[in-house]
């Protein structure tokens, strides 16, 4: 089937009253941006629907981009044609074959926007369905439930033909839900906690720390290539690298073995709010699920978290490894995350640290090192990347990464 355009069913956002406007308009932005490529394309974005018209761009690549954009419910792929009833009987009869498997109920559904053609939604509907009822054998009308819903829609500029139904990303448009940071580490939990913040229409800044020469050169890129790969569901991303290696040689030196990991997590979500609040960003976003490792207790989180007022936001915090490993299959980050790269708080992580740290210890030992000194020296240290959806960061050659991808 050769679609022409596109129909765009709102997601949740159709129920959010006088922000329904905003939503349309930044969702409208997104649609664009994603589909920047496609040069013939041309994106509507009306109160009740979004149209893209495809002007001869390729369908299945088109429906491929939509499907990853956040507001959208559900995607129909539709062909545009006259409005001669002719016409619209053999289209329709088309789409019901096309769709066809033995047993399967059908139903035709009819919306009319000009007013002056010549039959309404009733007549509509008793005319196309008995049409198709006489040329497929055996398919059967189910107006309730039926396998097959096709849609007419009688515009001003043509008659409008859909019969499949493509799920879309659901959620809120990125960008509606005002703007966060992330803390991104190379792992498997940090990118799906950034799709699910996504999801929710917050416009995420990536905030990655690293150590050289403890970690190396392909660790970051690994950073950036999730940071890529992420950015297929939101535009561009922008990448903060902050050099965290001072800090924890200085806590390796000056801090007992048993509060290493607890200080240098204080000390990464003390940078983090720093630059959150800098760059008027609402909060913090982590990948942390409660009793997975020994930072990401009750009591760990107490103790770490006491360096900070802004919101610290952890989507994954109730969730099993399996469903985030689930997620990060289908977000297309996991054969990412498990290379094998060193991250910088596994090198400097003790053998034994301490699963339920003091929060007056953590504050004590703290003052062994220059807290402000350190901070500042970090953060006059970060780079920012702005980071496209598919940029390459890792050479796709190197041994490694060919074997596991
Ligand atoms: P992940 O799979 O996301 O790495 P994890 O299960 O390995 O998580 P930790 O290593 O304890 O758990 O990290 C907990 C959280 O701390 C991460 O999800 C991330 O949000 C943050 N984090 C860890 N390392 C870094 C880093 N190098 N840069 C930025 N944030 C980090
Ligand atoms: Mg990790």
Known sequence: MHYT??????????????????????????????????????????????????????????????????????????IRIEKDLETIKRVVLQMAQAQFTPGATFKINTRRQDKHFAYDT?????????????????????????????????????????AETIHGAGGLPVGTGG????????????????????????????IHFYSPPYTSEQALNKAKQLTSVLAKYSGNIQFIQVPFTEVQETIKEKVPEGYLMTIQRRMMLRIAAEITKQRHCSGVFT????????SQTLESMLAINDVTTMPVLRPLVSMDKE????????????????????????IFTPPSPKTRPDLEKSRKFENYIDVAGLMKRAIDGIKITDIKAGEEFLNQDQDVFAELL
């Open 5 to 78: 355009e596109i129909m765009v069913r709102y997601g949740e956002l159709s129920t959010k009253g006088k922000n329904r406007k905003d939503f349309i308009k930044q969702l409208g932005r997104n649609v664009r941006a994603v589909l920047h490529r496609f040069e013939k394309v041309e994106v509507k974005a009306q109160r009740d629907r979004l149209h893209v018209a495809l002007n001869g761009e390729d369908d299945d690549q088109v429906i491929a981009a939509l499907q990853g954009v956040f507001g959208i419910e559900n995607l129909y792929p539709t």
């Open 122 to 162: 009733n007549q509509l509907n008793n005319l196309l369905g008995a049409y198709v009822l006489e040329n497929v054998d055996g398919i059967k009308v189910d107006v309730k439930h039926p396998d097959i819903a096709i849609r007419v829609e009688i515009r001003m500029n043509g008659a409008f033909i859909s």
């Open 179 to 206: 703007r966060a940071t992330m803390m991104l580490s190379g792992g498997i939990d940090s990118p799906v906690a950034t799709y699910l913040a996504m999801k929710r229409g917050v416009k995420i800044d990536m």
């Open 287 to 294: 990948g942390e699920a409660l009793g997975q490792v020994a």
């Open 323 to 346: 469903d985030i490993i689930k997620i990060s299959k289908q977000i297309k980050t996991f054969d990412l995350s498990i290379l094998p790269f060193e991250d910088c708080c596994t």
